[in-house]
């Protein structure tokens, strides 16, 4: 029998004795794990062919194990195959890749994606997620992601510019010990997203965040005990945020900061209007690239107690409270 078939949950068997005999049914047990390995020796060669014999709304962790390989494949996990985690064994040789561009066949930023998460419940575990479209592609998005509560530990986003779309109001987003290098606003969208002991990279002069946060959030884009690199060659003036939206917000707390950090900090893109609605602030920010006293004017230096308010409970709360930490 095929994995998709054990996936199945319930599968009908029938009799073909006569036309009024009676039926039957046998239900098969569902599996929890199944293997992705390019030499065939899992249960796919495929990422998509696994994720597709997810059971539709399962109600149990469905963990699909990505053996160690380069796959080339425009992934979407669908709004329903929820409780779905993908799990390598080591990031750098496990890769998500693929090179769509905006501006190519029809592509925008919105259908760029190497990987789109559409479903809830999501977590990757030691993959990286790429886009090779390159340094002159335009908007190249590796990682896109819609559904609510996605969870990556110990993964790579690795692209040029808008490498992490964190793409809805109503998605709540962590990211622990991940590396995410890029070029310009490599970090954007509407999201509220928790980048928790997280190494950002910056490959040239540009932007780190776009944040097209909502009136009605709480919090958009927090960093939490991060380090801010950079490619010193090209990268020497980066900022940390410019709002996508008027109402942006982005929160960096004791992060580590490079010399490739801009004194002033952030940027109004182009629009003073920005300044009276974005909320952009620090909490002891250090190395190098922290400059509190040359930071632009309407930032913000938080307090001790203000920092108290960036806990992953108050962050994730609302109607639903959500837990990263619990699997």
């Not at 065939?40 to 160690?68: H, K, L, M, W, Y």
């Not at 779309?165 to 622990?176: E, I, K, P």
């Not at 010990?177 to 970090?187: L, P, R, S």
């Amino acid at each position: 029998m095929t994995a998709a078939l054990l996936l199945a949950g319930a599968a009908q068997a029938q009799t073909t004795a006569a036309p009024n005999a009676a039926r039957t049914s046998a239900l098969a047990p569902a599996r929890t794990r199944l293997v992705v390995a390019p030499d065939g020796s899992g249960d796919f060669r495929t990422v998509q062919e696994a994720v597709n014999a997810v059971p539709d709304q399962s109600q149990q962790r469905i963990t699909i194990v990505v053996r160690p390989g380069t796959y080339r494949e425009k992934l979407v996990v669908p709004a329903l195959k929820t409780r779905v985690s993908l799990v390598g064994e080591d990031a750098r040789t496990t890769i998500l890749t693929y090179d769509d561009h905006s501006g190519a066949n029809g592509i925008n930023t919105y259908t760029s994606h190497s990987v789109l998460v559409q479903a809830n419940d999501f977590r990757a575990e030691n993959l990286t997620f790429q886009n090779t479209a390159g340094r002159t592609a335009g908007q190249a998005v590796a990682l896109h992601v819609e559904g609510d509560r996605a969870v990556f530990e110990n993964c790579r986003l690795v692209g040029d510019q808008d490498v992490l779309f964190l793409a809805t109001d109503h998605s709540r987003q962590y990211y622990r010990n991940c590396y995410i290098e890029g070029t310009t606003d490599f970090i954007f969208g509407a999201s509220t997203a928790v980048f928790d002991h997280c190494t950002i990279r910056s490959k040239k002069n540009s932007f780190v965040t776009a944040a097209s946060t909502t009136e009605r959030q709480s919090y958009g884009f927090v960093f939490l005990d991060c380090t801010l690199t950079a490619d010193t060659t090209l990268a020497t003036k980066v900022h940390l945020g410019r709002p996508w939206r008027p109402h942006a917000r982005v929160v960096y707390l004791r992060t580590n900061m490079g010399g490739h950090i801009a004194p002033a900090g952030w940027d109004n893109w182009k629009n003073p209007a920005n300044e009276k609605t974005a909320y952009f602030a620090e909490y002891q920010s250090r190395g190098p690239g922290a400059q509190p006293g040359q930071r632009v004017g309407w930032s913000h230096q938080l307090t001790k107690r203000e920092a108290k308010r960036y806990t992953l409970k108050r962050i994730f709360g609302g109607q639903e409270a959500w837990d990263p930490m619990k699997k």
